[in-house]
């Protein structure tokens, strides 16, 4: 174990935000913490790394065990060049470096003793920088300013002349040579394009240390965690897999806690109703059966009613009116900054009812697309037309449709005359904005609230036809979930820039890649886009796609395969794991019919023997039988033989569930 967090609590201006917070994070866990805005992520974080006190317990890092950490929006303040600037963290690989070449010089020089004593040195210092990487640092350096999307050009840009995200960049490359034995990244994707995002999970995969990251990014998550930590309402779960693993679980949790309550509360209620009943008899015996039951229910151990699920934003997108078939007909387009060539004779055609994303490295020109089509630049050639009865809605990531000496509710008013007030607020409301908060300057919000106010004004818009350039940036990911649904119940056509790929895989029917200028287009989610991608690259090399798979597969996740086998026996061995794999997988899904049969006889049997409970209650609350001892005393014994197989039936559904 490398680091143990031990009923930590945090509290502000008498706000809880953490209550005996507790776990645990092994030497090579891939650990994720996720939960909504606000929930106390980073200031977990921040205890975690000694800037800031916990008003009770502790976060202890295990002795002789070093760690390093990257805040949101850090950045690097120094003249140096990127390059020299990621040098620094080899410093005592330099220092030992020059010590080699003063040795080298110096034997010369010498004879006889000394230079034997000198070759003795000379030779732990070069085994001691061996040992320490000495002889690939500068190309590891290289590939890691490569990696984060640096290309070797830029390396000599002095790091004073460059934009806050680009210095987090070099911080976290930074951090990356470092090794500590725990990384701890918060947010480390929010500067990041795809390609870079892509070699990170790589990298953290590879990792030999442990690794704690705060995301919204569900599908680095996916393909990083093995361990999610939850905070939710102050308090801690952990739960073992990755982020896919983590959400069906905590709706089976979530369902569970939920039957669980409102059976206890039926329960309770029913007891409630017998004891009533019983003391409405008047009679001696019948009181204090109703006496003792009180006792019983009393000390019950009331369950808590479990948290609903995050509603509280409400998206409805509808458009007024229907579009033509054609929507957007584009032709031959280009665009140049300069000297700077985006792209050039690029064109597509988008029909009603699509949901197509735009893809690509930074700086590639996809925003600059959605801004030819929504007139806020034009194009230096190129045609553009939009079809019959078509109505745009436009999303723009850095809110210029808003007005910053506005107050949300001008922003609303100002742009929807017709509303009535009571609209306004309603509509504010359903995006979090309550109260006094609707008189806030928009100038005065922070990012993610000026992303739900653009949210807002896009679904009274009523368009048909919606151009989003990032709209999940800075939404949480239950926000980001509810933006998928109402996208994916939209009945108008959609395109959109996005890097998330979770996001992309839930709502694209359709990806363009824009790369070297061109656009590239694939029928389907970012899933099939990989797998074309793939398939694509098999064909450049001259090898099938399974094959191409297969080395994908094992590049990303493990490198296991890595200069093991021979070409011969290659095909072979793929031939028999498929055999095994497929004969694994028929086990499995026999073994996983097997636990949903006797879930069903089992749950059948509990609804048995339940139903079988109240028809004791029920007779032993009827007046000729609560006064039959002899009665009395037989549907208690049957009614204690229930609820013990009423435990051990539970008991074995529980192992069940958790097995599928």
């Given amino acids: 174990m490398i680091l143990?967090?031990?009923?930590?609590?945090k509290s502000f201006h008498e706000k809880k935000i953490l209550h005996n917070v507790s776990f645990h994070i092994e030497d090579q866990d891939k650990a994720a913490i996720v939960g909504i805005n606000g929930a106390g992520k980073t200031t977990l974080l921040r205890i975690i790394v000694g800037e800031l006190s916990a008003d009770e317990g502790n976060a202890v890092l295990s002795r002789n065990k070093s760690l390093g950490y990257l805040s949101q929006n850090q950045s690097v303040d120094s003249r140096n060049s990127i390059y020299d600037e990621l040098l620094t963290v080899k410093q005592d690989l330099i220092h030992l470096e020059n010590r080699i070449r003063e040795a080298e010089q110096r034997m010369k020089s010498v004879s006889g003793g000394e230079l034997e004593r000198l070759m003795e040195s000379y030779a732990l210092l070069t085994h001691q920088f061996e040992s320490n990487g000495g002889y690939s640092y500068r190309s590891e350096l290289t590939g890691v300013l490569k990696g984060l999307g640096f290309p070797e050009e830029e390396f000599s840009k002095s790091v004073s002349t460059l934009s806050g995200g680009?210095?987090?960049r070099v911080?976290?490359?930074?951090?990356l040579l470092q090794k500590p034995d725990l990384i701890i990244l918060d947010e480390p994707t929010n500067h990041l394009d795809m390609s870079s995002i892509t070699w990170l999970e790589t990298y953290l995969l590879n990792y030999k240390g442990a690794v704690i990251i705060v995301s919204h990014d569900r599908y680095f998550l996916d393909r990083i965690s093995n361990k999610i930590i939850e905070i939710d309402?102050?308090?801690?779960t952990t739960?073992?897999?990755?982020?896919?693993?983590y959400a069906i679980k905590k709706e089976a949790l979530r369902a569970a806690q939920i039957k669980a309550y409102m059976n206890q509360q039926q329960e309770i209620k029913h007891q409630e109703e017998v004891i009533a009943k019983l003391k409405s008899f008047n009679r001696e015996k019948s009181i204090k059966r109703a006496e003792s039951r009180e006792k019983m229910l009393n000390k019950i151990e009331r369950l808590e009613k479990p948290s609903e699920a995050r509603t509280d934003m409400h998206i409805s997108l509808e458009p007024k009116y229907v579009s033509g078939n054609d929507v957007l007909f584009i032709e031959n387009l280009s665009k140049s900054f300069g000297p700077l060539h985006l792209f050039q004779d690029i064109g597509f055609e988008l029909k009603r009812g699509e949901h197509v994303a735009v893809i690509g490295d930074n700086g590639t020109g996809k925003t600059t697309i959605l801004k030819i089509i929504n007139g806020l630049l034009d194009p230096d050639s190129g045609t553009i037309r939009t079809g019959t009865n078509v109505h745009i809605g436009y999303y723009d990531q850095e809110h210029h449709v808003l007005h910053t000496e506005k107050t949300?509710?001008?922003?609303?008013?100002?742009?929807?005359?017709?509303?009535t007030n009571t609209e306004i607020r309603n509509t504010l409301a359903a995006f979090l904005f309550t109260g006094e908060d609707v008189f806030k300057r928009i100038g005065d919000i922070s990012g993610g609230e000026r992303g739900r106010v653009s949210l807002a004004k896009l679904m009274l818009s009523e368009s048909n036809f919606l151009i989003l350039d990032e709209p999940t940036n800075h939404l949480d990911i239950p926000s980001k979930e509810i933006?998928?649904?109402?996208l994916n119940g939209y009945a108008g056509t959609v395109l959109y820039v996005s890097h998330d790929r979770y996001f992309i895989n839930r709502t694209a029917s359709r990806i363009l890649e824009?790369?070297?200028?061109?656009?590239t287009n694939y029928l389907g989610n970012y899933d099939y886009y990989l797998e074309k991608k793939q398939e694509n690259a098999a064909a450049s090399a001259g090898l099938s796609p399974s094959d191409a798979s297969s080395c994908n597969h094992s590049a990303s996740y493990s490198n296991n395969a890595a200069g093991s086998g021979n070409a011969s026996g290659g095909g072979i061995e793929k031939e028999s794991s498929a055999k095994l794999s497929w004969l694994d997988q028929k086990e499995q899904q026999a073994r996983q019919r097997k636990r949903e049969n006797e879930i069903r006889k089992i749950e059948e049997r509990i609804e048995t023997l339940e139903n079988r409970n109240s028809e004791i209650d029920s007779l032993m609350a009827q007046p000729d039988i609560c006064t039959n001892v002899a009665k009395l005393q037989e549907l208690s014994n049957e009614k204690d033989g229930i609820q013990s197989e009423l435990e051990s039936l539970m008991e074995r559904w529980e192992v069940l569930e958790s097995e599928i």
């Fill in 4 to 9: 143990s967090c031990q009923n930590i609590c």
């Fill in 166 to 168: 680009q210095k987090t």
């Fill in 171 to 175: 911080a976290l490359g930074k951090l």
């Fill in 233 to 236: 309402q102050t308090k801690a």
């Fill in 239 to 245: 739960f073992l897999g990755n982020y896919s693993d």
């Fill in 408 to 419: 949300l509710f001008e922003e609303i008013s100002d742009d929807y005359p017709t509303l």
């Fill in 483 to 486: 933006l998928e649904d109402a």
């Fill in 514 to 519: 824009l790369s070297g200028g061109r656009l």
